[in-house]
């Protein structure tokens, strides 16, 4: 929690990513495989 406050980077990108990953996968449940997934999340 310290490391929030006292340091000069953060990992919001990463998260945001990961973030708009998980919405695409639950859009998407059970409908298609990875290939579907990472075709979607290459054009998104």
Known sequence: MR?????????GGT??????TKRIMRQMHG???FAL????ILLA
């Open 3 to 11: 490391a929030a406050v006292t340091l000069p980077f953060h990992n």
């Open 15 to 20: 998260e945001g990513v990961n973030a708009k």
């Open 31 to 33: 409908r298609a495989g």
């Open 37 to 40: 997934l990472r075709h979607r």
